[in-house]
């Protein structure tokens, strides 16, 4: 929403991303036979405000980190480190006077909840209005899948953009061009109801696990690309099931993306995973997956009907941190 004249604050929802991750990494979504990324938005909200300031001066800060930049002018802000998606947003939209982002992330560091791009496409709509700008849809994708990609210096992916941009419950393809959502018609809560999110209390790097699996499946490695393929199936199956309503079906199709994802690249689970995913089991988790790169972070169990809180509580028991959540039924840039 706008605030007041060249200044606007805008919300954007995290995600789980329930299957078919990794396989929207860029060109991997393009050379993967029917890649798809099934995603839901979650009420962990990253938040932006933007303001054009008169006094040419260009000041930066994420409160949730208390880390606060000024600068100058433009060429003061080519030299900032401490805050890259900040000065890449202030770089893009600032012009030749001053601009003010200020950001506020709503999950843990290195998560794998999609902090970072979600922050991207809150603080990039909130420039966007607050500076009289437009893009179509289409254009905003490119943009901050371009200018995260620029920070962390190897590809990147788009399930987590689109899912914050759209919010629901969303499955991702991927034709020449971007991405392409189509929404899935379920009952959101009922999802919800099956899931417990749980924090292992380590971050991890996805930068560095994605990209080794982008560079071994772009070298032609035989296992990596059968690994993508099964993970491709499964997200597809897990639509379908989720279409349908199945949420007992459901789980078949994420435990075979966990199963083909724990082979993709050494460290992708850990033992605390392991333990966490056992005692889950024992309380009526019938499947369970990291959320994103993995290797900490995030996990998601997902629950036989009715187990939701025995789960939680065996979680808790084997040293997860249950984050509470609901499903965001609409993103940052829903009208």
Not at 50 to 67: N, P, S
Not at 125 to 151: H, N, S
Not at 268 to 293: D, H, Y
């Amino acid at each position: 929403m706008t605030d007041t004249p060249g200044s606007a604050t805008v919300s954007a929802p995290a995600r789980i991303d329930l299957a078919g991750g990794t396989v929207d990494i860029w060109p991997i979504c393009l050379i993967q036979p029917g890649a798809l990324t099934v995603n839901l938005a979650i009420d962990r909200y990253a938040k932006a405000t933007v303001r054009v300031r008169t006094d040419g001066k260009i000041v930066l800060a994420a409160e949730d980190r208390k880390t606060r930049t000024v600068h100058a002018d433009r060429n003061s802000l080519a030299t900032e480190s401490d805050l890259p998606l900040h000065r890449e947003v202030a770089q893009a939209f600032g012009g030749d006077g001053g601009i003010e982002v200020r950001t506020r992330s709503g999950v843990p560091s290195g998560s794998g909840l999609g902090g970072s791009s979600t922050l991207f496409v809150a603080a990039t709509k909130a420039a966007l209005l607050a500076t009289g700008g437009a893009l179509t849809d289409r254009e905003f994708l490119r943009l901050v899948v371009d200018m995260e990609a620029r920070i962390i210096g190897v590809p990147t992916g788009s399930q987590d953009y689109v899912s914050a941009m759209y919010g629901g419950l969303s499955a991702v393809r991927f034709p020449a061009g971007g991405a392409a959502r189509t929404g899935i018609d379920v009952d959101l809560a009922a999802v919800a109801s099956r899931i417990v999110l749980v924090w292992t209390g380590l971050p991890h790097d996805s930068a560095t696990n994605n990209w080794a699996i982008t560079k071994a499946y772009l070298d032609g490695d035989a296992a990596v690309r059968d690994h993508m393929t099964a993970i491709s199936a499964a997200a597809r199956d897990l639509e379908w099931a989720l279409a349908r309503g199945d949420l007992d079906g459901a789980a078949a199709s994420i435990d075979d993306d966990w199963q083909a994802r724990k082979l993709l690249a050494p460290g992708v689970t850990t033992p605390k995973i392991e333990r966490i995913g056992r005692a889950a089991r024992k309380a009526g988790a019938i499947a369970m997956k990291v959320c994103g790169a993995g290797g900490g972070g995030c996990v998601f169990l997902w629950c036989a009907d009715g187990r939701r809180a025995a789960v939680a509580k065996a979680a808790t028991a084997a040293g997860g941190e249950v984050l509470r959540f609901r499903p965001a039924e609409r993103g940052a840039l829903t009208a």
